[in-house]
């Protein structure tokens, strides 16, 4: 009976606590509402394609082209608004489109022809690459006409104004404590063990205090960027999917037993297709976000982010075999992943070492996720 | 006489648990000694002590062999003492040839290369000896697991094993095979070779023994000799308590009046099925009519490969190309059979490989229960976690689930207990129809009673149940009509009165024919 928090789920919380008590000591401004901001929008999009990659590795597979997806889906908005003078949304839908097609092809191949998704998502890497520097001619095109704003540019230059971040985060804080103090009784009302109240009560307090902390940062530079709303909004769809939905117990159950899904009446085929089809869900947000980021579509978009995005699920307790993970945990993961590479950038860490450190981080994650399988076993 | 092997005051600590309480066990040169119990009683944590898994100075009590006390550090020391331990997961390497599994680690050499000639000679020469007609080149998976196991007791006599520990040898054998093994068993016994034998089937230890152990909750209850041993006295001591009728099969009103009502309409009816592995390929399942009427069980007999589960799990949906026949489910045509389409009709399966077809290991007992019916606690698109909950527990219940609650995780169950896990899932579908594959296999008496008596209430419920079991006595025992399979056909078809071993088993093996002439 757990009535206190073991070691093991204090682990994220402390290695994030780590990394940023590392950097703010080194440089005093990793803690200044300007790199703060940055590092949330970083963290926006790192998160965002995490969210998408933790419903594939739930189901046991795995996605490697969604880092050339990122470029690609920003890559054809920027130019349908640049080159072609479509408005903003109807470019953003019409890559968005794209993406659904793309992610629902891939799944398709994988499931229906049986190849192994680790090969199809190699190709996809290869071949959106090319489709994506075919797309942009090599070339940097910007995301938006002149100085003008459009939806397309405001999407990480857009921040909610200080009184409304407030009140959102209230918002959230008020729900959090409800849906938690909800599901105790319940508990208790079925005769099931729920930890200490102190303990529940502290960790409570703890996160709000966390929330409120970071939107007072926030406020002081410009507000809560709205790219937090959309990981916001992404994380609260993935957290009921996956928690609160049949299709989400099938993840689980593909990633745990695929042939025992099978034979539980479970419609797999489908279910993986859905697991890809909402990945590139992810993908297009994150590239729009992404490349709105950097102002331009440029051949480097998305480079490597497909492995951040699998270090951030690994490290959040996301197992690679399947079955395991939660929401929370792939967004404190992202939190550490972006934190890192953000401090690495504000020290100007040689883009030598930095490679280095995130392959460093990965290699460690993924250790321990397998020793961790091994103990459980 | 020193005995060969001698196990004093044995005591095995776990965190939280006491896997064995000061057991005793004594092993003579050429002695079957049969270990008997309940799962979890302390036989795979003895035979572990035994073969140096459990390392010298893991436990309490003294190991002894030929009178000296033994300190096993590993499996090697066990080895080196002569103890080969075979257990039901086999060590063999299927890539390999027999030759080379019987010498695997340790070919015959000539210089520095391995020798061929002399390898294949003295593989076909230990084959022979043990009356295996088996090519020693023929890739060790191309053989079934009966020979596999045999294969595993030529290399482990061949190592000079004074002591060979089968556990649990006869869970995946035929009758037939089953058979086999025995004559070899008594032939090593006679030539002084001690053996000690793990089976859930007591009348095979009957068969075989000298002597029954029987453990309890880790202790050594008693043990007998076969002369004064009978099997109720047995289980009596395996459960701690008196067990009934083993097989309690009952017709009652309720389920003799449901069978009589759909007497026209049968819940599943079979037509002259054909089905082949996939399109294009020979038929495996040929002829195959009959059909199941509420309130009935239908029993499906025979040897191994005859094809009982490719059966069960063709009416399913999970396997094979229909190439003819009809299959009525409830009065409809079913044309096309998938698992989804299956249960949400009315009809279930729960498999024989619980752990690889069965069970998502890593998640809890409610987690499991509901998974193949979630649909029905959904609202508004969202699982109502609360009516999960409550429908669950019933299943718990009512199943006598043993765990602290249902988050518990399935892997940590015992077989018995996981099998019940196995059997709510498909209950919790509310299936009209339930195809039940080797439902007690691998669980303890005391589960196996209670399989039973929930396969007694699911006919008074008015539901139909086949049965597949490669034990004749259990089919017999719980079956009201039973259907002998022999290599894809009906071997025979037998109502109650009709029960008969020998008949049977001629039916299962293509003699139908004559036993009846």
């Keep these: ?377 | 006489m020193t005995p060969l092997l001698e196990a004093r005051q044995l005591t095995k600590r776990f965190p939280g648990v006491m896997a064995l309480r000061e057991v005793n066990f004594t092993l003579a040169a050429g002695e079957i000694h049969a270990l008997c119990g309940e799962n979890g009683a302390g036989k795979s944590t003895l035979i572990k002590l035994l073969s140096g898994i459990h390392p010298h100075g893991s436990y309490e009590g003294e190991l002894r062999v030929d009178g000296a006390v033994a300190e096993f550090h590993g499996i090697r020391d066990a080895g080196r003492a002569g103890i080969a331990v075979i257990t039901q997961e086999l060590a063999l390497v299927d890539e390999l040839s027999i030759a080379e599994n019987i010498f695997l680690g340790r070919p015959p050499r000539r210089g520095l290369r391995v020798d061929w000639l002399e390898m294949h000679r003295r593989a076909a020469e230990l084959l022979a000896d043990f009356g295996l007609n088996l090519p020693p080149e023929m890739p060790v998976g191309r053989l079934g697991i009966g020979h596999k196991q045999l294969i595993e007791i030529v290399r482990a006599l061949d190592k000079r094993s004074r002591v060979l520990v089968l556990d649990e040898p006869s869970a995946a054998l035929t009758e037939s095979e089953v058979a086999a093994l025995t004559g070899h068993l008594e032939r090593l016994r006679r030539q002084g070779t001690a053996i000690i034998y793990i089976s859930h089937r007591l009348d095979e230890v009957f068969a075989l023994a000298d002597r029954i152990t029987v453990l309890r909750d880790g202790a050594s209850i008693v043990t007998l000799k076969r002369e004064e041993a009978t099997i109720p006295l047995v289980i009596r001591h395996m459960v701690g308590r008196e067990l009934g009728d083993l097989f309690p099969r009952r017709r009652t009103e309720a389920s003799a009046a449901a069978a009589l009502e759909s007497a026209p309409a049968p819940l599943l009816a079979v037509r002259d099925l054909a089905v082949a592995a996939s399109a294009g390929e020979a038929p495996r399942l040929r002829g195959i009519s009959f059909e199941v009427r509420a309130g009935e069980v239908l029993g499906f007999g025979g040897l191994m490969g005859a094809g009982r589960t490719e059966l069960l799990m063709h009416l399913f949906g999970a396997w094979g190309h229909r190439a003819s026949g009809e299959v009525e489910l409830r009065g409809q045509p079913y044309p096309r059979p998938n698992p989804g389409e299956s249960i949400r009709r009315g009809l279930v399966l729960a498999s024989e490989d619980r752990r690889r077809f069965g069970l998502i290991l890593d998640q809890s007992i409610g987690f499991n229960l509901s998974l193949s019916s979630l649909g029905r606690f959904v609202r508004h698109g969202r699982i109502d976690q609360a009516a999960e909950f409550v429908g669950n527990r019933a299943l718990f219940e009512s199943l006598r689930v043993k765990a602290s609650g249902q988050e518990v995780r399935v892997s940590g169950l015992s077989g018995g207990n996981q099998q019940k896990v196995v059997l709510g899932k498909a209950l919790q579908t509310a299936p009209a129809v339930v195809l039940l594959d080797e439902p007690t296999r691998g669980i303890d008496v005391g589960a196996k009673l209670e399989v039973y008596e929930l396969i007694n209430r699911l006919t008074e419920e008015g539901k139909a149940v086949i049965l597949v079991s490669s034990e004749l006595p259990e089919l017999m025992g719980v079956s009201d009509r039973i259907i002998m399979l022999c290599e894809g056909r009906i071997g025979g078809t037998f109502e109650r009165d009709e029960f008969n071993q020998e008949r049977l088993l001629a039916a299962a093996m293509g003699r139908a024919a004559v036993s009846a002439a």
């Design chain 1, 1 to 377: 009976m757990i009535t206190r928090p073991s070691l093991q789920k204090l682990a994220l919380p402390l290695a994030l606590l780590a990394v940023g008590g590392f950097f703010a000591w080194q440089e005093p401004a990793y803690f200044g509402s300007r790199n703060l901001t940055q590092l949330i929008v970083e963290f926006s999009m790192t998160g965002t394609l995490a969210l998408g990659m933790f419903m594939i590795l739930l189901t046991g597979q795995i996605d490697l082209s969604v880092g050339s997806g990122v470029g690609l889906i920003g890559g054809v908005a920027a130019v349908l608004v640049f080159q072609h003078d479509w408005p903003a949304p109807a470019a953003l839908l019409a890559a968005f489109a794209a993406a659904l097609v793309l992610w629902t092809a891939m799944g398709t191949l994988i499931v229906r022809q049986r190849i192994p998704s680790f090969i199809i998502t190699l190709g996809g890497l290869l071949i959106f690459k090319g489709l994506f520097w075919l797309v942009i001619q090599n070339s940097t095109i910007p995301v938006a006409r002149g100085d003008r704003d459009n939806l397309y540019s405001l999407l990480t230059t857009y921040y909610v104004p200080p009184a409304v971040g407030l009140a959102l985060g209230a918002v959230l804080i008020a729900g959090l404590g409800l849906m938690l103090g909800r599901a105790r009784s319940h508990r208790r009302a079925h005769g099931l063990p729920v930890s200490k109240s102190v303990w529940a009560a502290g960790r409570f307090v703890l996160v709000a205090g966390v929330v409120l902390f970071a939107i007072v940062r926030l406020n002081a530079f410009r507000g809560v960027p709205l790219s937090l709303l959309i990981l916001g909004g992404t994380a609260a769809v993935v957290y009921f999917l996956t928690q609160h939905t049949p299709f989400g117990r099938y993840l689980y159950a593909i990633g745990g037993n695929e042939e025992a899904a099978a034979l539980s009446g479970i419609a797999v085929s489908r279910v993986l297709i859905g697991a890809y089809v909402l990945m590139g869900v992810a993908v297009a947000l994150t590239g729009f976000m992404t490349t709105a980021y950097s102002g331009a579509s440029t051949t480097t978009v998305g480079d490597l982010m497909e492995l951040d995005a699998i270090a951030a699920c690994v490290i959040g307790g996301t197992a690679l075999r399947g079955g395991r993970g939660s929401v929370g945990g792939v967004l404190l993961g992202a939190l550490i992943m972006t934190a890192l590479l953000n401090g690495m950038t504000l020290l100007a860490v040689s883009p030598e070492i930095k490679f280095i450190a995130r392959g460093v981080v990965l290699t460690l994650a993924v250790w321990m996720d397998v020793s961790f399988g091994r103990a459980r076993n």
